[in-house]
């Protein structure tokens, strides 16, 4: 475990690099827009506030200096917000978070189960009809679902909100799960057809097993069979899948947010590349990045707790 941790420090020390060196390749800088923006600014105005900021030096050499603060628990302030980093991203952060976990707990609580049926009898009914649902699944774009929802229940049907966390001057906690709704769905159901045809694989593969036989000899009836025993094993596919999106819990998704109007961190983290903010950019991909590697140790954990042998020499 610990040189896990420290192959993740060693990622993030890498990433930080790649990061900063890609957005100081971008043309122009903070400075450079503060002036496209006030006309009133000289370029005398220019050179002093660049002196200021450090923006006048080799980028390697401000990379080094951000993470000097950073190591001393200073994130920087936000160009863009015009407040201190941590300020910029918590309201974001919990948004994001608040959407994907909703949309993963919902579309892993469909998938399983659907995994499970699909696997009792490859090539039945059930098995065909499980399979195309997770085909249409997989490849209706997220943009395109989230827009025949937004068309269906709230502009015919006016049942849903289009956009938005809350309406003007309600903010209770009714009127923020009315506006969840719509973009947790369109989450989870782009994210159910992976999942469940993961399940039906690891259940097919876990029924020919010796264990699996064992038990049929002993008298095992079939559902203690499938339940106590096939799905543990079958479960560590879909704890890599939550490895992987667990970054994503913190990271937001871009696409979903924009549709919908969520103010996640996804959108937060576009805003931040596109206006130099540098940052809150570097804060918020270096957070997902973090989370993502949290994921995959946490996932080895459970690894380990589904299946004691993983791990052992």
């Known amino acids: 475990m610990t040189g896990r941790l420290i192959q993740s420090v060693l990622v993030l020390l890498v990433m930080s690099f790649v990061v900063y060196g890609l957005m100081g390749l971008m043309p ?3 400075i450079d827009l503060m ?15 660049k002196v200021l900021y450090g923006l006048d030096r080799p980028w390697t050499e401000r ?33 994001s978070a608040l959407l994907m976990l909703s949309a993963m707990a919902l ?33 209706v774009p997220v943009f395109w679902l989230g827009l025949m929802l937004i068309v ?17 001057g309600d903010g209770g906690p009714t009127d923020r799960l009315r506006h969840m709704v719509l973009p947790v769905s369109a989450l989870a159901l782009a994210g159910i057809g992976q999942a469940t ?8 593969g876990e029924a020919g097993a010796d264990y699996i036989r064992t038990a ?39 696409i979903t947010e924009t549709v919908f109007a969520w103010p996640g961190m996804g959108r937060l983290i576009y805003e931040a590349v596109m206006g130099n903010d540098f940052n809150l950019a570097l804060s918020g991909l270096l957070l997902a990045t973090a989370m993502t590697l949290a ?9 380990q707790r589904l299946d004691p042998r993983i791990g052992k020499p």
């Open 28 to 30: 122009g800088d903070p």
């Open 35 to 49: 002036i496209a923006g006030d006309p009133r600014l000289t370029p005398e105005d220019a050179v002093r506030l």
């Open 63 to 95: 990379w080094l200096r951000w993470l000097g603060q950073v190591l001393q628990g200073e994130l920087g302030y936000s160009r863009l917000y015009a407040r201190p980093v941590l300020d910029a991203m918590a309201p974001a952060l919990g948004n």
């Open 107 to 139: 579309s892993l609580s469909l998938a399983i189960p659907l995994g499970i049926l699909a696997s009792l009898r490859p090539g039945g009914l059930v098995d065909r009809l499980v399979n195309l649902a997770a085909f249409a699944s997989v490849s």
């Open 152 to 168: 269906v229940f709230a502009v015919s049907l006016g049942w849903l909100p289009a956009g938005g966390v809350e309406s003007v």
């Open 197 to 204: 045809r993961h399940m039906r694989a690891a259940m097919i």
């Open 216 to 254: 049929r000899a002993k008298g095992c009836g079939p559902a203690r069979i499938v339940l106590r025993h096939q799905l543990r094993n079958a479960l560590l596919p879909i704890t890599t899948i939550i490895a992987l999106e667990f970054g994503g819990l913190f990271s937001g998704a871009l």
């Open 295 to 303: 994921g995959s140790i946490l996932a080895d954990m459970a690894y």
